[in-house]
């Protein structure tokens, strides 16, 4: 068997136990528009999703358009989202990118993206100042409902831990990802990889003790199986704000 095909194999396996673990995510018909998802993005960093969804919604709440967060002062943007932490960076972050959206297509709204195909939006998203790919491709999955597999540090982290990819940064783990990923897997795949790392498989101490990819994972610092594989309520791990965005 090839490489690449061995872990096309070994992807499916994966995503697969964690499926079996975690259930299937199935994604909301009624997605938001592109740009609510991108401003919600920027609002999720260094942050978790409680409190980057309490921003989000009272930001929403003060401002119901993207016209009046682009109008309004520096300083009442801060307040609206302060809950969110790095208030200041996040709300100068925010006026630029809808200063950025504005001066392209002449109004704050990232629609006709909707129109174009998936690497000519990352292309374009990916140009303006600040947005990553990690950024560009949640905008794809979670508002266009486009099969894509963002890759944060968490997903990043374990993809590298079970050796489906060797990519240094997460930007080189989404391009060697993106062809292992099986079809219609994006959306699940990612948000189970973000339940399993937040339950399980945690920057430190992970419980690989108790962890169902024990077997498949190749990582040097994995400790010793200690008993069988316990599954624990993911309640509290499940709340995800890109999910949220409204
Ligand atoms: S064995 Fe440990 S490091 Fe490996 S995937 Fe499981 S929890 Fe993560």
Redesign the pocket.
């Known amino acids: 068997m090839t490489r690449d095909r061995h872990l096309r194999v070994k992807t499916l396996r994966v995503a697969k136990t964690l499926e079996k673990l975690l259930g299937i995510p199935r994604q909301t018909s009624s997605l938001p528009p592109p740009l609510d998802m991108l401003i919600a993005t920027i609002l999720s960093q260094n942050t978790n999703d409680k409190n980057s969804h309490r921003a989000y919604t009272t930001l929403r709440a003060k401002f119901p358009r993207w016209d009046d967060v682009a109008n309004a002062s520096m300083r009442s943007v801060i307040a609206a989202i302060r809950s969110g932490g790095m208030a200041n960076q996040k709300a100068a972050r925010i006026k630029e990118t809808l200063r950025a959206v504005n001066n392209r297509y002449g109004t704050h709204t990232l629609s006709a993206l909707k129109r174009k195909p998936n690497d000519a939006v990352l292309e374009e998203l990916t140009s303006l100042n600040g947005v990553g790919f990690k950024t560009a491709s949640c905008v794809l999955l979670f508002s266009m409902g486009r099969d894509v597999f963002p890759v944060d540090t968490h997903v990043h982290r374990?993809c590298n831990?079970?050796g489906l990819a060797n990519g240094s940064t997460p930007e080189k783990t989404f391009e060697q990802m993106k062809t292992l990923v099986p079809k219609g897997r994006g959306y699940s795949f990612h948000t189970n990889l973000i339940r399993f790392g937040r339950m399980?498989?945690k920057s430190s101490n992970?419980?690989?003790g108790e962890?169902p990819?024990?077997d498949?994972?190749l990582?040097e610092?994995?400790?010793e199986r200690q008993g069988r594989t316990r599954i624990r309520s993911t309640a509290d791990h499940s709340f995800m704000l890109l999910d949220n965005v409204r």
């Open positions: 374990i831990r079970l399980m498989c992970p419980s690989c962890c990819l024990f498949e994972c990582y610092g994995k400790k």
